[in-house]
Each structure stands twice: as structure tokens, then as C-alpha cells.
């Protein structure tokens, strides 16, 4: 990204119940959180609509309810309810008055340890959430040139990526910088198995013969949201079925069409695989067909009403702390 287009950051973050300016979402270097990435987040997206001119912000119930599944998952305090997390997203958005869409990361984590230990249980846990411009990839309109990593996907018998941990993410930066030296956009993980896991930060999804395939829960995978939606459109609009098994490394190969799904890079086409073109290397008509019903989705179509909740100030509304 040239300096031209880089992102401003926005005016204000939230960090544990206040609104704060962005620069002062600090924590102390021996936190937890910031030492181990002891940590687990979410990453959410608002979607601007221009003909109402109103920010929704897409399945945050679904988020927060994910949220407090990794929390439980790893034995954290829940310091603050899923209606205060709900509320701060929304106060924040406000806050910064944007008017494009956006990226929201909600992370709980931990604080000092007794004793300024780093590994102890500690009852010290605190939230921040930030939320900057998330403009629409490349890869969603080009599609995405991948590479299978030489890294192994992380497992549920020793860093399981159902709980969604910051410190995951080392396994995901390997991958990802390794393809991107290779001169690819990402990285697709196999498991220990030598089974299809995910990409870096989305799920795969793979269609042959009129069949999307994904593989299950058990196979090194976060539970996507995005795929959730996707199997939900395409079950609906195309009368497809959703089959969850696992997925060798060369059907990858012979897949008719492979798309990946995440928050973030929401649907992008999968245009090759290890130099080896997907169908003719364009991005397949499944694909954009579910892209354009992803779009309708998001941005809080009356069908998809369920799935999205409009910004708007709460009464009293948080005052941003002065600096
Ligand atoms: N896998 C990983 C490793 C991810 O980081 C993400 C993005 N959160 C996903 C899958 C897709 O999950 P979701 O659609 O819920 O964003």
C-alpha cells in the first residue's frame, strides 16, 4: 500500500468501558495479553449503506456469542457482558462517525499475573476494541493465487483454532509471509493428517460436481461465520448442499471452483493453487454468484434484516474521555 492510500486511524478506541483517543488503547507490556498474545478476539465488520446512509454492523451477535465461547474455553473472567460489548461496538462507531465500511476487533485478554507472572491464572482480564476503514480486498475482485504452506495447521491436542487466541496467529503469519516471499497472495494450511485445514485468517471452500465442501470441525478450523452465511446463501438461493468431510491437498487441484471465506476478506475467489490454475484460473460463477448475494447480505437487505444491527448513538451516550 502506497503512502497515498494509507488508512488514517480513526479519532477513538474503547479500553475497558471507556472511549478513549485511538493513540492512548495502551496496555503495559507485561500484561498477559500483550507478553504471551495470552488473548482471544473477534474480528467483525460494519458495512456502510448508502441509500439510508447508516453503518450495520454484520452478526455480532454471532461474534460476541463466538467471543465467549473462546473466553470459556480458556478459562477467562468475563469482565463485561455481551450487552456491554454490544453497546461499546456501537458507542465506538458512533464515536468515530464513520461513514465507510469497517473493521471491528473486539479482544478480551488477560492482565497482570500475581506477582508479575506471566504464565499464573489471573482473574485480570480486560477488553479493548478498535475499529479502522476495511475497504474491499483486491483478492475479492481478482481472486487470490495461493500456495500449499510447508507450515502445519495447528491442532485441537495442542493450540486448538477453535478458540479464536491471538498467539494462533504465529501459525497463520508463518504460512501467510512464507507464501507471500513466494510471490503468492496466501497460503492454504493442511492439517497434521495431511488433510485441508484453512487459510490464514478464512475458511476454505471447495465445489465440485454442483457440491460445496468444506472440511469438518475436526480438521484444524475455526467455526466460520462467513461460512455459515455462505452455506446458508447457497443452500437457499442455489439449492446447493453443504458437505463438510475432509479434502485431499490434489483435490484442491481438480476442484471446479475454491473460494476462501472469512470476516475480513469475506468471499474471494481462489484462482490457483501451487501455480496450478483452478478450472481456467478466473474466478467461477458459484463464486461470484455467492459474492453478490454475500453483498445483499451484508448490507442489511430487509431478508437479511436478522443478521445485521444498525449503528446508532445510545442514551446517555459514552462521553470520550478528554486527553
Ligand atoms: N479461520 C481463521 C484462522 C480466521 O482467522 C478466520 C477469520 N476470523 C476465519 C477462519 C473465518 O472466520 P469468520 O468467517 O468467522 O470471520
Not at 262 to 271: D, F, K, R, S
Amino acid at each position: 500500500m502506497s503512502r497515498a492510500d494509507a488508512i488514517p486511524a480513526p479519532d477513538y478506541a474503547w479500553l475497558n468501558g471507556r472511549i478513549v483517543p485511538f493513540d492512548q488503547c495502551v496496555l503495559h507490556a507485561r500484561t498477559q495479553g500483550a507478553f504471551w498474545g495470552a488473548n482471544v478476539f473477534e474480528g467483525l465488520r460494519g458495512y456502510w449503506r448508502e441509500h439510508d446512509r447508516a453503518l450495520y454492523v454484520f452478526r455480532l451477535d454471532d461474534h460476541l456469542a463466538r467471543l465467549g465461547r473462546s473466553m470459556k474455553s480458556l478459562h477467562m473472567r468475563q469482565a463485561y457482558t455481551d450487552d456491554e460489548i454490544r453497546r461499546a461496538c456501537l458507542d465506538l462507531l458512533v464515536a468515530n462517525d464513520f461513514r465507510q465500511d469497517v473493521h471491528v476487533c473486539v479482544v478480551a485478554y488477560f492482565g497482570m499475573g500475581p506477582n508479575f507472572e506471566t504464565m499464573s491464572h489471573t482473574e485480570d482480564v480486560g477488553v479493548h476494541i478498535t475499529a479502522t476503514p476495511a475497504p474491499r480486498s483486491r483478492g475479492y475482485h481478482d481472486g487470490v493465487a495461493t500456495s500449499i504452506s510447508s507450515w502445519r495447521r495447528i491442532s485441537d491436542d495442542s493450540m486448538p483454532p477453535r478458540i479464536k487466541a491471538g498467539a494462533n496467529y504465529h501459525n497463520s503469519r508463518l504460512a501467510h509471509h512464507e507464501a507471500v516471499r513466494n510471490g503468492f497472495n496466501t497460503a492454504l494450511l493442511l492439517n497434521h493428517r495431511g488433510n485441508v485445514s484453512e487459510a490464514p485468517g478464512s475458511c476454505v471452500v471447495m465445489i465440485r460436481d454442483g457440491v460445496l465442501i468444506t472440511p469438518p470441525g475436526t480438521s484444524g478450523v475455526l467455526e466460520g461465520i462467513t461460512l455459515a452465511t455462505a452455506s446458508e446463501l447457497a443452500h437457499e438461493h442455489l439449492g446447493m448442499a453443504v458437505e463438510r468431510r475432509e479434502i485431499d491437498r490434489t483435490e484442491l487441484y481438480v476442484a471446479d471452483e475454491l473460494f476462501l471465506c472469512g470476516t475480513l476478506a469475506e468471499i474471494q475467489p481462489v484462482v490457483s493453487i501451487d501455480h496450478l490454475p483452478v478450472s481456467d484460473g478466473k474466478p467461477g460463477p458459484v463464486t461470484r454468484t455467492l459474492q453478490r448475494l454475500y453483498e445483499t447480505a451484508v448490507r442489511a437487505e430487509p431478508a437479511y434484516a436478522k443478521w445485521s444491527t444498525l449503528v446508532h448513538a445510545s442514551a446517555p451516550r459514552l462521553q470520550p474521555v478528554s486527553t
